[in-house]
């Protein structure tokens, strides 16, 4: 898990990959799966207090069965990460990305971490902190933002091409 971005209320962003949340590995080898109450304290530890979950094959119900006390908000925004999406599929993720990208940077503005997450952490995690970062930070540029994100997370990060071509026209504004 990497902090991508301070914020001056004291609110950070992070991004990861599923299996670096914090809980999920000891989650795995105590249980054999991802039991909820794990991964829900091990979070809280972090003072982590919004989790954005856009993989599809990872939709952790981090809002069930949680212990008293370890109260989130998750965002179930799961979309694909493909290098051929249809026009309809990138108007679904659209209608995802910036509605969640907008509360994620509401909850950062009130000084709380948020976690932007995918399977890998390079991707679909990359499209939403981005977005997110346009609202927080408008005076960078977009290059500015995937070079930040590159440089605190990974340099690989968004290098799906499709991604890329809606981040670097700003298709979505």
């Given amino acids: 898990m990497h902090i991508i971005y301070n914020h001056s209320s004291g609110g950070q962003i992070l991004q990861s990959g599923a299996l670096e949340i914090p809980g999920i590995s ?5 249980k054999g799966y ?14 982590i207090s ?12 981090l809002n069930k069965d ?3 006390g370890l109260a ?22 659209k209608g995802m990305v910036l509605p969640s990208a907008a509360k ?5 503005r009130q000084g709380r971490k948020v976690l932007s997450t995918c399977w ?19 005076g960078l540029t977009t290059v500015d933002i995937v070079l930040l994100i590159r440089k605190q997370r ?6 799906n091409v499709v991604f890329q071509d809606i981040v670097y026209r700003e298709a979505w504004g």
Avoid: W
């Fill in 66 to 68: 949680q212990p008293e």
């Fill in 50 to 61: 919004m989790v954005a979950l856009t993989a599809g094959d990872f939709q952790v119900p």
């Fill in 104 to 108: 994620m940077a509401e909850a950062v």
């Fill in 154 to 159: 990974y340099v690989n990060c968004l290098n």
């Fill in 72 to 93: 989130f908000d998750v965002l179930h925004i799961p979309f694909a990460d493909s290098q051929t999406l249809t026009s309809e599929e990138l108007e679904q993720i």
């Fill in 26 to 30: 000891q989650s795995y080898k105590d």
């Fill in 34 to 47: 991802i039991h909820t109450p794990i991964v829900a304290k091990a979070l809280k530890e972090k003072n």
């Fill in 120 to 138: 890998a952490g390079i991707n679909r995690s990359s499209l939403l902190t981005i977005h997110t970062l346009k609202l927080l930070e408008p």
